[in-house]
């Protein structure tokens, strides 16, 4: 009887040890897995939610995730939207935990130079906010790393007639005017 007793114990110290090693095991698998989850990935997971960002250039915005791309958000605060450039964010807060896997839509992977090239061809007046500041104007060209802005007095939205290329890497928001 001792025996069976003494050998019971030692299979409930294997097992107990057994489920151990799979609890740490299955916390080093969740800790790998979440290490290849992408913020993108997350964000698209927030779509029709509200958010609030904080972008480089000091501005925060607040409002309904509306679509994400591969390398840009876009927002939309009541009447405005802006373009946010995943590359510009500092923080987002308002996105679930989980992530959603990425749409098979060619749409969803063109860049943020596809998406100014719309905002171009539609010849609104746009707000591009940088680190060094803000120029107010249509998107006139969009370059490879660069964007033509047709400068506009900002009572009046006539053009100025100058323009202003603005580099891609420091485009914070680009907000319709």
Known sequence: MR????FADMELQVDALDAEART????????????SVHLVDRL??????????????????GG?????GGTWL????????HLVPTAALVTVGGIPAVAAAATSSPLRRLGLGHALRA?????????????GGTVVGRLDAVGADHVDVGLVD??????????????????????RW
Do not use: F, H, K
Not at 46 to 61: D, I, N, Q
Not at 74 to 81: I, K
Not at 157 to 168: D, F, K
């Open 24 to 35: 740490a095991q299955v916390a080093e698998l969740t800790r790998a897995e979440r290490s």
């Open 44 to 61: 698209r997971a927030g779509v029709g939610s509200p958010v609030e960002v904080l972008v480089r250039t000091g501005a925060r915005l």
């Open 74 to 81: 876009l927002l939309q605060d009541g009447r405005r939207e």
């Open 119 to 131: 905002l171009a061809r539609d010849r609104c007046v746009v707000r591009v906010d940088t680190a």
């Open 64 to 68: 309904d995730l509306l679509d994400v």
């Open 3 to 6: 025996w069976d007793a003494l």
């Open 154 to 175: 900002v009572a009046d939205q006539r053009p100025t007639g100058a323009r202003s290329a603005v580099l891609l890497p420091a485009v914070g928001v680009v907000s």
